[in-house]
């Protein structure tokens, strides 16, 4: 009987060799971590306004720390590789900080003005929007909501926003990955992303309750849904690896200017509002910590 001696030997045995069906299962993997962070709110029955604060101040700091652990050096690093292709702009290659410069700067650009859009992009968020949605007051029709551009909502669709494109490049990332066929560092990868994505499933949940955006059930929809694009990037970066990875460090600095645009503009103002300002820091700081040492665990 042949006995398997690692992990690799283990996924392959189980998967097969073909790096598209790899990327296809690597992308379910960190997707359904994402869905069971995003599930924990179930469990999570009525919380008060100062537990909602503190939740949130932490997914603040998991988001603070995975912008530059998980996605702004990271991003360098991969465009610093010499094995990297560069896109070029008038005859010079854009190597090393410029890339994740590049994407950092749109992504900040684009939550900026974020607000003339973002009520379209509700029903993406959560079906809920499109038809009633609770708030502090009562029950008020989500027509109402666009037009009174009530700053909690918007304030949740904007994290909600940043969180899935923070999910897009590591679902890419994962997929050049396996695409590489670079399996044992891939396999790494995906457990590195799926264990940090179980704190930012949470952190969606948490921001849509904080909203009032609904029942527990569909504050846990919505953190599913944040995560579900990993699935699709990660096939993509499989198949197409060599125009998937050229790309890669500017979708990671794009979700990095996002996020701290996020932090900064909505969380830390919303998490203040309340007087629970010491409970909401105290929490960043705990998810600062929380990512940071499951970056250095995970390598």
């Known amino acids: 009987m042949e006995v398997v001696t690692s992990v690799e030997e283990l996924f392959v045995r189980v998967v097969g060799t073909n790096p598209v069906l790899q990327g296809l299962v690597g992308g379910v993997v960190i997707a359904s971590m994402n869905l069971a962070g995003a599930m924990l709110v179930l469990v ?13 101040g932490f997914a603040a700091g998991v988001m603070l720390s995975a912008s530059f652990t998980s996605l702004l050096l990271p991003g360098i690093d991969f465009a610093s590789d010499p094995s990297y292709r560069p896109l070029s702009a008038f005859g010079v290659e854009l190597v090393g900080i410029v890339p994740v410069l590049v994407g950092f700067v749109l992504g900040v650009v684009l ?21 009633r949605a609770e708030t502090d007051g009562g029950i008020k029709r989500a027509e109402e909501m666009a037009q009174t ?18 999910n897009m490049p590591e679902g890419l990332a ?31 949940s948490v921001a849509a ?30 198949w197409a690896v060599v125009v998937a990875a ?54």
């Open 44 to 56: 999570w029955r009525d919380p008060t306004e100062r537990a909602l604060d503190g939740a949130l």
């Open 111 to 131: 939550l900026d003005q974020s607000e003339k859009w973002v009520r379209y992009v509700g029903p993406l968020v959560s079906s809920r929007l499109t038809e």
């Open 149 to 166: 551009a009530d700053s909690r909502v918007v304030g949740v669709l904007l994290f909600t926003v940043a969180i899935t494109l923070h």
């Open 174 to 204: 994962v997929g050049v990955g396996f695409g590489s066929g670079d399996v044992a560092n891939a396999i790494g990868l995906m457990l590195a992303i799926g264990i940090q994505n179980i704190p930012e499933g949470l952190a969606v």
């Open 209 to 238: 309750l904080n909203a009032g955006l609904g029942r527990t059930y569909y504050a846990a929809v919505a953190g599913i849904r944040a995560g579900a694009v990993e699935i699709p990037l990660a096939l993509f970066g499989a």
């Open 246 to 299: 050229p790309v890669l460090p500017y979708a990671m600095g794009f979700a990095a200017g996002g996020m701290l645009y996020v932090i900064g503009h909505e969380i830390i103002p919303e998490t203040h509002a309340h007087g629970y300002e010491r409970i909401a820091t105290l929490g960043m700081m705990a998810g600062t910590v929380v990512m940071l040492s499951l970056d250095v665990l995970l390598g």
